[in-house]
């Protein structure tokens, strides 16, 4: 939609623990995961609804974990994912 490119990378990393990550602390202010089993609980999924100016909406998938929100395009993304990790499952 505004010229970006954006390619997504599914990998298993090994354990959690043993990673030691370093985000851009000007893009990232918080690292955290989310089990697939998490992901695909009902409960721990929704959409939010947007209207623009000009009247138009849309509507987009959110993925809730306690305070944290998974929204934008990394919950397009997730979504995207899980429908071609899990299919009929999601």
């Known amino acids: 939609?505004?010229?970006?490119?954006?390619?997504?990378?599914?990998?298993?990393l090994g354990p959690l623990e043993a990673l030691t990550?370093?985000?851009?602390?000007?893009?990232?202010?918080e690292v955290f995961t989310l089990p697939l089993a998490h992901l695909l609980r009902e409960e721990n999924?929704?959409?939010t609804h947007f209207r623009t100016a000009s009247g138009y909406g849309y509507t987009l998938p959110v993925f809730l974990n306690g305070?944290?929100?998974v929204w934008g395009l990394t919950?397009?993304?997730?979504?995207?994912?899980l429908?071609?990790?899990v299919p009929g499952r999601y």
């Open 45 to 47: 999924q929704g959409y």
């Open 21 to 29: 990550l370093n985000p851009n602390p000007d893009e990232v202010e």
């Open 75 to 81: 919950a397009i993304v997730t979504e995207l994912t």
């Open 67 to 69: 305070p944290h929100k």
């Open 1 to 12: 939609q505004h010229g970006m490119t954006v390619a997504p990378v599914v990998a298993n």
């Open 83 to 85: 429908e071609l990790l």
